[in-house]
Every structure is written in structure tokens, then in C-alpha cells.
């Protein structure tokens, strides 16, 4: 949002002349402050996901700030060319070849989801290990293994997340409350990055959480799954 923000400054003040006054704001209590200014740029805004607008959470539309897109899993373009019905959630629910797409439960390389390369694979130095994390399978594996995948995990497929705080117990509760077999490995941000390019590039078939618009989702042409 920073590096946004200076470049649409350098902008307006440098190629068109205006002047302006930037501000990072925190929250509504701080946007409370330039209710009164005649002009505002919002660079980077996260709504309540309690407003959603009226094409869903996962479309683009335009409203009178700009654009907003949404969080949400995605899939890239070469599996649902090989599996058409992979951006639906009922598909990997009731459709036998659909449990079967994914890397299975426990099969994504334990150091992918440290913090610390250098010390390993251990309690501690998982990028799942923080205060808000505690005493849980993801602060102790790195992954979050919801009930219906306890009993044999290698029946479960891996969704690649980045950081566990990010929607925070979101997806976890879709998951979990749909029912689906599938367990959420975090690989943080830069982590999560290189295990999306690096599967696409072999084109592996895999399902990933982040957001849209960005270029990593075009990167990879992905489309959301429709719960």
C-alpha cells in the first residue's frame, strides 16, 4: 500500500501538477479524520467481508471509492482445463476423481512451512507458531488439520495458505463446516509466492488462498472456488 501510495503521489504532484497530503489511516477511527476533504484517493481499502457487494465476495465491482476485489482459494487455469468442475466446492465433496487433484495430507515438504531453514522441521519454527496459534496442530506441524482429516490424513488434499493470521479463521471454518477433506499447510508470504510459481511453472495442480485483483492470481490465470 505504501510503495501504491508514493507512486500515485509522485504522480499527481510530479507529472500533473497537484498537490497533496498523504495519509495512512488504521481503521474507520482514522478515516474519521478526512471525512471533510473534497478530494479523497483510497489506495488500499479491506471491507467488512459483513458488506459484501452485490456479486459476491469473489467479484470485481465498481463502487464510488474504486475497485474492490475479495480473498478467497483459487485454482489455476491448467487444472480446471483438466478438471472443469474444480472452481466448485460440492465437486470435491461428491465426485471421487476429485479427491485425488492435490498433493495429499502431510506430502508438502515440512521445511516449506519454518520459519528458519537453518533449525528445521520442529515445534517453535513454524510459520504457524504464534501467540494467537497456540497449543494447536498447525503451531505444532504447520498445518491446520480440520476433524474430518484427523483420522487419516493421507486422505486429505493440502490447500497451500500463506499466513495463518490472514482472515484468520475464515477458511479454516469453510472447510471444516462443509465438510471437505482437505488440510491448509502455511508457507508464509515470500514461501507461498515460490511454492504457487513453482507449481504452476510444472504445472501441477493445486489449490491456493489469496486475493483478487492481483497479479499472482493473473499469473497463474486462477479462478476462485465458489462456496
Wanted: aromatic fraction near 14%; charge should be negative.
Amino acid at each position: 500500500a505504501e510503495i501504491s501510495q508514493n507512486m500515485f503521489r509522485m504522480l499527481l504532484e510530479e507529472g500533473m501538477g497537484f498537490t497533496t497530503d498523504p495519509y495512512s489511516a488504521s481503521g474507520i477511527s482514522g478515516l474519521d479524520t478526512l471525512c471533510c476533504k473534497k478530494h479523497l484517493v483510497m489506495i488500499e481499502k479491506w471491507p467488512s467481508r459483513s458488506m459484501p457487494n452485490d456479486e459476491g465476495y469473489f467479484s470485481i465491482a465498481e463502487i464510488p471509492i474504486g475497485y474492490e476485489g475479495g480473498s478467497g482459494l483459487f485454482v489455476p487455469k491448467h487444472t480446471i482445463d483438466a478438471f472443469p468442475l474444480a472452481t466448485a466446492f460440492n465437486a470435491y465433496k461428491y465426485l471421487p476423481e476429485y479427491a485425488n487433484i492435490f498433493r495429499k495430507g502431510y506430502t508438502t515438504p515440512c521445511m516449506d512451512a519454518t520459519k528458519d531453514k537453518g533449525v528445521g522441521c520442529q515445534e517453535g519454527n513454524y510459520v504457524c507458531n504464534d501467540e494467537k496459534w497456540p497449543n494447536t496442530t498447525c503451531a505444532v506441524t504447520g498445518r491446520y488439520v480440520p476433524p474430518q482429516c484427523e483420522a487419516d490424513p493421507s486422505q486429505c488434499q493440502e490447500i497451500y495458505m500463506a499466513n495463518p493470521n490472514w482472515d484468520m479463521g475464515f477458511f479454516e471454518g469453510l472447510i471444516k463446516n462443509t465438510g471437505l477433506k482437505f488440510i491448509m499447510v502455511y508457507l508464509g508470504y515470500t514461501g507461498h509466492i515460490n511454492r504457487v510459481v513453482a507449481d504452476n511453472a510444472a504445472k501441477n495442480n493445486f489449490m491456493f488462498y489469496w486475493w483478487e485483483p492481483d497479479p499472482l492470481v493473473s499469473l497463474v490465470g486462477a479462478e476462485a472456488v465458489a462456496f
